[in-house]
Each structure stands twice: as structure tokens, then as C-alpha cells.
């Protein structure tokens, strides 16, 4: 699975702006869906028909990423921007941003208003792209980047820009692949727009109208030197939400997953996120509400650069979504 990560976050894609990585995800899932189709929105949705009389089950993983979105450029050709998603300053300055023409801009700062010691506010920076002056500038108002950095395998540790959430398009291809004797429909779903507005989550989960759904995202952990108080922590196994700011898990979905992941002896942590929300939000909310819950794969430095993850997580979450699918289904 380590290629098929590095092939999914080295690709662009910031939200709005999946179509590259729509198609490379739709040439992965081709030959093992017996459906494939892209909604109004741009999700791309790959049914996997069940044998049996199983239930509606959808599980939505984003291909979207955060980035920079291009608000003025001056006379000498610097890009002042917005954020796409959710940007720390703290990881912005020297950082490269690639834009959807394949024009790479360096992020800098204003260095007269640096205070030692306080990190200046976004828009105290800019991107910078090379240009001489406005007129020959490559970008115009209005495009888009994402962060540019390779993939690194370190082990039993992986890091890569857009680990959130490409790491969970390909868990989903893989459980897709893997995903035998079935009795339910599957509805692996791509979605856009998560870092903006969950728009392709709830869209896509008011047309399938599933009878459960699982959101695929990264979490963050609470084991780095001095981090918040947090009980996930990197290499535990794959983490099962509890709670997060924007939802409360269905206590059926949530003792579900428990409960599949003893029977399998698999690994799992209990996740309560104090800040950030995924897809699981949006599909919960849809018609008279979908039982939802939500894997998430623990994940150091997230909305960085260079997001890190564990392998035997990855691995896991595969494990462990085939244990949930394999079984009947009852909350
Ligand atoms: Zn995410």
C-alpha cells in the first residue's frame, strides 16, 4: 500500500480542484466496483454490490487538500493569499506551494513587521512565484495551490503533505479490493470540499440515503513532546471517534466498530477530538439523520507540510473496516 500512498498525496488537488486526483483514485477503483459515477459536486462514488440481504453502507473518505487560494497580486508579481482549509502560519514561511499549471511559488513574510517571538498573521505573507512584475506573473486572482513535498518512508512511519485524507482514499481502495463475501451494497465515496465546507460528504450521503456511514479521516494524537492532553497516540491502531467539535458519533455505529475490532483482535483507541471535524458532521445531518461514525488514523503534525502516520494504522484501519463489512450489520 506504501506506492499507492506516495501516488495519492503526491498529487494535487486542493478543494474545489479534485479532478487530477479524481481520476487517478477512479483508475485504482476500475476493474473492482461494479459501479462507478461522479456526482453534481464532483464526489466519485464506486459501488460494490453485496451478495445477500445485507444494508446500504456508505464510506467516505476526502481527496481534497487545504492550500492557498490567490486574493491580489502587486506590481512586482507577489501573490497575497486565502487559505483553502485550515493553515497554521507557524508552518508556512520557506514552505514551496505548487498551483494547478504546474507553477511553484516559495511562501514568504513581510520581515519589517516580524516581532521576535509571535507568529505573524497570514496575511503577513506571500507567494512568491518568480515573477518579475504583475504583468508576466504565471498565477492570476483566483487560482489555487496545494503544498509541494515529497512522499518519505521512514520505516514504520510514513510522512507526506495530504496524508489528510489521501491515506483514507487508499484505505478505501484497499478495503474495496480486499472486500469479500459481502453481504451489503458498499458505497466507497471520494469526497470534495471537505476542508472548506463538507459540501461533497452531506451531498453524496442524501443521494446514496445509507443505512449506516463511515467517515475515514485522520486525528490528531497526544503523543509528541508537550502536546495536549490526548489518548490517541501513533501506532495504537486505528482510532474509533467518540466525539469531535462538530459531532457526536451514533453510539450503535461506535459500539459496532468496537465490538468488530475485539472479535478480530484488532488494536483500536477511543478518539475524542477537543478540535476539528471530518465528513462524519455533514452525512450525519442529511434527511432525518444517518447513524454515523467515524475511523479515524492517528496523525502528527496535521494541516502541515509533512503529516505522519503509522504504517500498522493503515493497516489496521483496512482490518478493521473488512471485519465491520463482512458481518451483519445491526445498531
Ligand atoms: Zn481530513
Not at 51 to 63: D, E, I, P, Y
Not at 164 to 184: F, G, M, P, Q, W
Not at 293 to 302: A, D, E, N, Q
Request: with cysteine.
Amino acid at each position: 500500500m506504501k506506492d499507492l500512498i506516495k501516488k495519492l498525496t503526491e498529487v494535487y488537488g486542493p478543494s474545489g480542484y479534485e479532478h487530477s486526483i479524481r481520476q487517478i483514485i477512479r483508475d485504482e477503483v476500475r476493474g473492482y466496483a461494479d459501479e462507478i459515477r461522479t456526482n453534481t459536486l464532483g464526489s466519485l462514488i464506486a459501488l460494490k454490490r453485496g451478495k445477500g440481504k445485507g444494508k446500504k453502507v456508505m464510506l467516505a473518505a476526502h481527496m481534497d487538500e487545504i492550500g492557498v487560494m490567490v486574493t491580489h497580486i502587486d506590481e512586482k508579481g507577489f501573490c497575497r493569499f486565502a487559505s483553502i482549509g485550515g493553515l497554521y502560519p507557524l508552518t508556512l514561511l520557506g514552505g514551496r506551494v505548487v498551483f494547478g499549471n504546474g507553477t511553484v511559488g516559495v511562501i514568504g513574510m513581510e520581515e519589517k513587521h516580524f516581532e521576535r517571538g509571535k507568529t505573524p498573521p497570514l496575511d503577513q505573507f506571500f507567494v512568491d512565484v518568480g515573477a518579475k512584475d504583475k504583468a508576466s506573473c504565471p498565477v492570476k486572482v483566483g487560482d489555487a495551490a496545494g503544498f509541494s513535498r515529497p512522499f518519505e518512508d521512514l520505516g514504520g512511519r510514513l510522512v507526506a503533505k495530504t496524508m489528510d485524507d489521501r491515506v483514507a482514499c487508499a484505505i478505501l481502495i484497499e478495503t474495496l479490493r480486499k472486500l469479500r463475501r459481502c453481504a451489503h451494497d458498499v458505497y466507497f465515496v471520494f469526497t470534495v470540499q471537505e476542508e472548506m465546507t463538507l459540501a461533497g460528504a452531506g451531498t453524496s450521503a442524501y443521494g446514496i440515503n445509507p443505512d449506516m456511514a463511515l467517515a475515514v479521516d485522520v486525528t490528531d494524537t497526544g503523543d509528541t513532546p508537550e502536546s495536549n492532553h490526548m489518548a490517541v497516540a501513533l501506532g495504537g491502531g486505528p482510532a474509533i471517534k467518540v466525539q469531535d467539535s462538530g459531532m457526536v458519533a451514533h453510539a450503535g455505529v461506535k459500539e459496532l466498530m468496537v465490538r468488530r475490532a475485539e472479535e478480530a483482535k484488532l488494536p483500536y483507541q477511543l478518539e475524542v477530538l477537543a478540535g476539528g471535524t471530518t465528513d462524519a458532521m455533514a452525512i450525519q445531518m442529511v434527511r432525518e439523520g444517518i447513524p454515523t461514525g467515524c475511523l479515524s488514523i492517528p496523525c502528527r503534525y496535521i494541516h502541515s507540510p509533512s503529516e505522519m502516520v503509522d504504517y500498522g494504522d493503515v493497516e489496521n484501519s483496512v482490518k478493521l473496516l473488512l471485519a465491520i463489512l463482512s458481518k451483519s450489520i445491526e445498531l
